[in-house]
């Protein structure tokens, strides 16, 4: 993961918008707040007034697979924007992920999503975040969905207060289309975040 995000986000309130059907913001929040987007939460973003995501974490196989979550993923990201877009990749052959990182970039302008930087995580980036945050042994944590991972990435970089809204493992669909979907890594996501609740770095809505 070729990218120093420590100098945005430490000593930061950062909030981690996911895409979960109802998304509750605390009635403290300001957008001014360094913000993190999950795939195409951006969306979401626009309408309670955020500028710019700092950062949007995307899934690779969000960006090239079929199936309706996919699909209705990539159609709601035409048009957005952010300063930094992360894809997380599911390989760890380095020469697959430099190929992949060209596809995903070319995937990204036909939807006309812009971006300042662009920068691939691997399996080997995400467990790094993971084993820095948790500090336990927590097997469970490696086959967590994007969006726990970027509440964990948050943490990894310095923020002060992470506020996490839109992120609920017992909900399906999305905020942004109207197909009920099953959510997945419901049962590793409720693991770690029930960790994470013990920190009090981290702030729960009603929602998370």
């Not at 207060?161 to 009920?180: K, L």
Request: aromatic content about 8%; proline content about 5%; charged content about 25%.
């Amino acid at each position: 993961m070729n990218l120093e995000l420590r100098p945005k986000f430490e000593g930061q309130t950062v909030l981690i918008l996911g895409s979960a059907p109802t998304v509750t913001m605390p009635r403290d929040f300001s957008t001014d707040w360094r913000l993190i987007c999950v795939n195409a939460s951006g969306l979401i973003a626009n309408r309670f007034g955020f500028r710019t995501p700092d950062l949007t974490v995307i899934t690779m196989g969000g960006l090239r697979k079929g199936g309706p979550a996919n699909v209705n993923m990539r159609r709601n990201l035409r048009g957005l924007r952010t300063d930094v877009a992360l894809i997380r990749s599911s390989k760890s052959n380095f020469i697959k992920n430099y190929f992949l990182g060209y596809r995903s970039r070319w995937l990204l302008s036909k939807q006309e999503f812009k971006y300042e930087q662009c920068a691939i995580a691997t399996p080997a980036d995400s467990a790094k975040v993971v084993a820095a945050v948790l500090e336990e042994d927590a097997p469970v944590a490696h086959n967590i969905s994007t969006g726990v991972f970027c509440i964990l990435l948050a943490a990894h970089v310095g923020a002060k207060r992470i506020v996490i809204a839109g992120i609920d493992p017992s909900s399906t669909g999305h905020a942004y289309d109207q197909d009920m979907l099953k959510r997945q890594h419901s049962g590793e996501d409720r693991v770690v975040l029930s960790l994470l609740r013990r920190d009090p770095r981290f702030s729960f809505p009603v929602d998370a």
